[in-house]
Every structure is written in C-alpha cells, then in structure tokens.
C-alpha cells in the first residue's frame, strides 16, 4: 500500500504562520494610524494566532501520524480535511480583519440606505413615511439624440399611443457597462416630474442594500455614490481643483454629525481609479446660473477624464443640460412618460405601502382588500376623465393625485382647481423644498 502524501513543508509554513503575520501587521497599522480600540482587538487576535504558531507545528506531525496509520483513502482523506481546516481559518482571518478595520463600507452602506430608503417628493407633502423600495415603478429610458428630447412637461396624447423607439429600464444600460465602454458615461434627460431624482435614489439604495440583481441579473457590483449637485456647485466653483475623490471624502464624513463616518486614507481615489464607484450626479439644470452651469459640467468633464473606468450618470433636463452639455463622450437617454400599466402599477404599490403604514406594518388581507379598493377607485376616476390620463404619465403628477385622492378620496373635477394644484408644486413649492433659487 502507497504511503500516503505528507503535508508540504511550504504550506505547513504558510498555515503557521500566516494568522500570526496578518493579525501582527494589521495591529501595527492601527496603531500608527492611532485607531486604539480595532488596535485592542487585533493584538488580542495577534496573541491567539501565536499560540497557533507556536503549537501547530507539533498538531499537524501528529495528524500526519495518525493519518499514516490510516492508511490510504482515509490518510488522504484527514490531509483533505486539515487542508480545508487551514482554508476556512485563513478566509476567517481575512474576513474578521476587513470587519474590524475597513467596515466603512458596510457603515457607509447603512447610511447611505438611511438616506435614500423613504419616497421622497420635494413640494407635495406626505402626511406618512414611505418606502421608496415598496413604491418605486422604473421608468423606460429611450436613447436619443438631444435634439430630440422633448422639453415638455407632457407629450401630446397617451403614453401607450405615442410613438415610442426602443426603450429599456436603467437595469439594462447598467450591464452594459462592463462590457461596452460607451455606456458607462449616460446622461439622463427629462421632463420636470418625470423621475430622474427617484430613479438616482432607488439606484443609490438598491446597491447600498446589496439587491443590484434586481435592476438586472447581469447589473455589476458597485459602490454607489449620490451627488446632489445643488448641494456642492458652490465648493466647486469656489475650488474648482477639488477631485472627486476629495469632494466624496468631504461629503462622507458630513453624512452623519453623530459617530461621523472615518473611511481609510484615499478610499474614494481607489476606488474610483478601480472602477470600482458608480458616481449619480443629479440635476445639472438645478444650478440655476447658466454660467455656474456650465462650469460644472467641466468639472464633470474633469473626473471623467481622471477616472475613465468609473461609470458616471447625470441627470437633467434638456433645456439645462442643452446650454452645459458634456465634452466627454455620453450616452444620451430621455425619460419616458408612464405607459398605462406603469400608471396601475404606482397606484397599487402606493396604495398598499399607504394602508400598511397606517396599519402599522401589517400586510393582511384586511390590508390588500383596503388597498384594492382605493386603487380601483382612483383608476376610475382617472380613466373617466381625459386630463387626468395625460397628467398621471408623469410620475410627480400622479403622485400629487395619489396624494389628493388618499386625502379627499376624490380628484377635483374642475381643470382650474387641479391646475391650480400642480403649479403651486411644479413653480412653488417644488423649487423651495429643493432650496433652489432662479437666477435665470
């Protein structure tokens, strides 16, 4: 009978001693970087892994031992096994020292979740706290060229009747980008209320809670990063030298005044440089002066240029994107009203989310039969009247109807009151709520 294979002496080497060279290295860098608690807990697993140096030497002669008088497929079989032992340990370690010293990421994930994880709709006010996740409907996105994007509030005639080109939702152009470069520069353009804020947040918190599968089977794995660009213009144009890496460092640590995020010494630029980041910038038509407009788009330009394997995406409207356009080759899509089972689709899903707030988080049949009855009765109303079908394929128009009905349990008949409503949100409220103030 052959003797069976003894463990090579490189890999007993590697097994002893690696823990002890990982978890010592690690305390050594923590404590230069004066992070004393993780410091604490590395040494303690420093201690352990020398204990494990200094015994394992004597452990795996006496398995070889053992396993020779096994003999065979059973000595092969306990050489397998402490090989798989030595594995699962290593991976251990390895996943125990990032847990301990770079968890930034899963802090910045929980966060980033806080921010985007309720529907927001700056100008109409929600009398509850909804899900975003539970009432997002995607919008179709349609490749054109700019001249062809349409500037208006709403098109002409119903959404299922107007001639439509193809169109995909954001899932698709996101598992292209690996592949085609083309794609990984994309500008968004729509109309006022036509989602683009929405479909960046749902993106943002769909990566940061790990669900990217469902915007598409093949979407990449990315880090996201939401950019408000009303919110930092002013930082750019007063440092216009800023990268994006710094920008994203100064952004993080204000994301939260209480334990503020620490993330390692040039995370984003690493990241960014790996094409590792999908960078939302949203609303360039938001930076009101054309002139601040078009210096941000350069420094867009800009990172593009320094971080030509990070995926960027821009939203705007058409007219502020028109006069600020990116020098850098971009994918441009419009954003497509609702088509009628979109519009059904929104209405069931608020609907539910609204009963099961108010319920208390219960999901019952008492709660879908509640639901069910006010999205048939909201319908109605809709397809009764012709106005009302034009004006719920924008999605921030048929969230301000959802919102009337749920509080009036009815939808003003008179055009004049309705009209009425929907300026005060589109040309009121709405800029207010974003803090936004028309220059020109």
């Known amino acids: 009978m052959a003797k069976p294979k003894s463990i090579p002496k490189f890999q007993q080497v590697l097994v002893q001693w690696t823990p002890f060279g990982v978890t010592a290295g690690l305390t050594i860098h923590l404590f230069v970087n004066s992070e004393m608690t993780q410091a604490v807990i590395t040494a303690f697993l420093t201690g352990l892994s020398s204990l494990w140096a200094a015994y394992s030497t004597g452990f795996m002669a006496e398995a070889e031992q053992e396993a020779e008088k096994l003999g065979g497929q059973s000595a092969q079989w ?18 125990l020292w990032w847990a301990v010293t770079f968890n930034f990421k899963g802090k ?7 921010l985007c994880r309720d529907f927001e709709t700056k100008g109409i006010t929600l009398d509850k706290v909804l899900s975003l996740e539970n009432i997002f409907v995607s919008v179709h996105l349609s490749p054109k060229s700019l001249v062809n994007v349409s500037p208006n509030l709403l098109k002409r005639g119903s959404a299922d009747n107007l001639e439509r080109g193809s169109e995909d939702e954001v899932g698709h152009y996101l598992s292209l980008m690996r592949k085609y470069p083309e794609f990984r520069r994309l500008a ?15 993106l943002a918190l769909m990566y940061a809670a790990r669900k990217a599968h469902r915007l ?38 204000s994301l939260q005044r209480v334990d503020p995020l620490k993330l390692p010494k040039g995370w984003f630029a690493q990241q960014l440089r790996h094409g590792k ?4 910038l949203d609303g360039l038509d938001e930076v009101a002066n054309t002139a601040h407009r078009q210096a941000i788009s350069q420094w867009v330009d800009q990172q593009i240029y320094n971080y030509p394997d990070s995926p960027f995406i821009l939203t705007s409207r058409r007219l502020g994107y028109e006069e600020a356009q990116l020098k850098q080759a971009v994918q441009v899509l419009e954003v497509q ?13 608020w609907y539910m989310e609204v009963e099961r707030s108010r319920r208390g988080g219960q999901d019952d049949l008492a709660t879908k039969d509640a639901a069910h009855r006010q999205v048939e009765d909201l319908l109605r109303q809709v397809n009764q009247q012709e106005v009302l079908k034009d004006l719920a394929s924008n999605p921030l128009l048929l969230t ?18 309705l009209y009425q409503a929907i300026c005060e949100v589109m040309l009121g409220k709405r800029q207010e709520a974003k803090g936004i103030h028309l220059i020109d």
């Open 78 to 95: 306990m050489i397998q096994l402490i090989y798989r032992l030595a594995g699962i340990g290593q991976e251990w370690l390895i996943q």
């Open 108 to 114: 910045y994930y929980k966060r980033l979740d806080i």
């Open 188 to 202: 968004i353009l729509g109309a006022p209320g036509s989602g683009k804020t929405t479909l960046m947040r749902h």
């Open 216 to 253: 598409h089977p093949q979407a990449p794995q990315f880090l996201p990063v939401l950019l408000y660009l009303r919110d930092i213009y002013e930082e750019i144009l007063t440092k216009p030298e800023i990268t994006l890496a710094e920008l994203l460092t100064e952004w993080v640590q």
């Open 277 to 280: 980041c999908l960078v939302l």
């Open 337 to 349: 009203p609702l088509n009628s089972k979109q519009i059904q689709q929104f209405v069931s899903n």
């Open 400 to 417: 301000l109807i959802a919102t009337t009905h749920q509080q009036n349990q009815s939808i003003p008949l008179r055009r004049v009151e």
